[in-house]
DNA sequence: GTGAAAGCGCTAACAT
DNA sequence: ATGTTAGCGCTTTCAC
């Protein structure tokens, strides 16, 4: 194996201006600066990256824990994962990843002083990671936002802004009954932190705007298509949906061409979802986008900033915005 | 923060006897033990991975390169990264997530001895990075299987024979013309291991039992669909298909139903998919299942063996099994 | 059954 | 502008 000691006799000059020579961290000679660079790549050197950690005290590696929990949106996670990675490679770090759900990952990772920073998916609105989240020394940002962040660093798509946009949209277009069709039961039960704000979003602009609501847990299974028939038989007036359930999504449009009920000018629909699936669907439909690989970018950044200048825990939200992809308007 | 030498001052012993006590690689006498660890939990100890690792020469990470290519399934990665963490996790390992397809992240794990191993996803049948991979010194393996392995461990489900099991299946039942509806054109375009083998198996099986076959490639779109009509209009007489595209399928089969095609009885269908993706299918189908899981862990433990036990490079495919999953059997 | 001490390969004072 | 050196926290020879 060759060490930065082959490099500097190799250069002939010290370990250490090898080393300050690597990092910028001094100025060297434009001439010693080349000598080194030779040396290093006619030796292949690599910096031992365990030697450096231990020594400046930092790994340059970011915790990731990304649970694949049943019910979660597989394309939304994966987009958010390869956001964070990109974003940290950006900012030269590299991903740990952690794919348990409890604290233990987090633990080890962090107490071992494996990584810099942990970024952590899947909030729930009273997360039970908080507390020790909390208690580390390390930057921690939160991909959602519990009910009480605690000084955690949080970072997300604005689910709440989502669910009123949505509202407000669809009392614009004269809709008296709008119906929610989220996700599924599990996940709405764990109380994971954006179907929690969706939900409240959706609601309350909705008794802000006089609009009739109803929430409506959908199954990730072709089941999704009988709470199509559900939402009519407990409310007949019902005229638009907004559908957040990336799997259902397919199920549910099929359920209401099978009812003879035309979208979008019998049934105004608006899909929340990254813009790729709403892409894979063969009616076009109305969307709010999910920025998902946006979303793990800008936890990358928050990271970024808590680490270089100590920045403050933030809490940054994504905005939502609406984008036509149907042939008519709604009713 | 704690280091060894505060749990050995507490415990009244040397600094190595807390190391031999935690690795068990020296017989320590019950009582110090038992003070060792009374040390360890009151101070709530974690050993330093740099460190451990910088004098170990062992990380006890495990390099993952899963790219996100265009056209693969994800769920399929998702379910084989999740594999291959859990796998590790049960090892001791933990996974170090490289999502950039090129060289550059296997180098700088594994040149700076950031990793005990790799476990390379989204392989090609003639692979890129084989060279580099071969040229490492430390164990690989890689889910796929390229045309020359050139000494490198190979993990994956056995898509040849499932091409075979496919054909085989549909000539039992009498088809004398199937149709492989499959991958997207970008994913066969660069040659993936598993769309190279499949479409090998299947069309060498079928010259071997004397069915006419046709390869289609199909987009993970609802343009899919056309892909349907393509089929019969070149090829009429076509009663038999196996579909190998998860974001395709649902179009294909509604595309079928439009068509007044009925399945299985009038068109067999073999979906090749993780279990839980024909779950979602609003028409059951026969599925030939992709064990993605299973195979995540099969890498992790091909790993293991290769690390521990320094095993010999070896390649393991995991066989093809058929689950009936629609209502009448096919013609 | 236990200790002492020499590294592991690097960074960052402290030198000049 | 460059060199010397004391660690970083652990594993693992030696030595008893």
Chains 1, 2 share one sequence.
Not at 116 to 128: I, T, Y
Not at 297 to 320: F, H, K, N, Q, T
Request: charged share 20%; net charge negative; glycine share 8%.
């Amino acid at each position: 194996m060759v060490t930065i000691a082959d490099v500097a006799e190799a250069a002939n000059v010290s370990i250490s201006t090898v080393s300050y020579a690597m990092s910028g961290k001094r100025k060297i000679s434009r001439e010693t600066q080349e000598r080194i660079a030779r040396a290093i790549a006619e030796l292949g050197y690599r910096p031992h990256a365990s030697a450096r950690a231990l020594a400046s005290r930092s790994t340059s590696i970011i915790g990731l824990q990304a649970p694949l929990r049943p019910g979660v949106d597989v394309h939304v996670v994966m987009e958010v994962v390869t956001g964070v990675a990109t974003g940290a490679r950006g900012h030269g770090y590299d991903i740990l990843l952690l794919t348990s759900d409890d604290s233990t990952g987090l633990e080890r990772a962090a107490s071992g002083s494996m990584v810099d920073a942990l970024v952590v998916m899947d909030v729930e609105s009273d997360d039970q990671r908080l507390g020790f989240l909390g208690s580390l020394d390390r930057p921690c940002v939160l991909v959602g936002l519990p009910a009480d962040p605690g000084g955690l660093a949080c970072v997300d798509f604005d689910f709440e802004a989502a669910g009123r946009l949505a509202v407000e949209h669809f009392a614009e277009q004269g809709h008296r009954r709008v119906a929610l069709l989220g996700s599924p039961q599990e996940v709405l039960a764990r109380h994971t932190s954006y179907a929690d704000r969706l939900t409240r979003g959706f609601t309350e602009a909705a008794a802000e705007a006089g609009v009739e609501v109803s929430v409506h847990p959908c199954p990730s299974t072709p089941d999704a298509s009988e709470v199509v028939d559900d939402v009519f038989a407990a409310h007949p007036d019902v005229t638009a949906m907004l559908i957040h359930n990336e799997e259902a999504l397919p199920h549910l449009l099929a359920r209401l061409s099978e009812r003879g009920q035309r979208v979008p000018d019998e049934v105004a629909v608006l899909a929340l979802c990254p813009p790729n699936v709403a892409r894979t669907l063969r009616i076009p439909v109305d969307t709010i986008d999910i920025p998902a690989e946006e979303i793990g970018i800008a936890a990358a950044d928050v990271v970024w900033e808590m680490i270089s200048e100590g920045a403050p825990p933030s809490i940054r939200l994504i905005p939502p915005t609406l984008t036509a992809r149907s042939a008519a308007p709604g009713a």
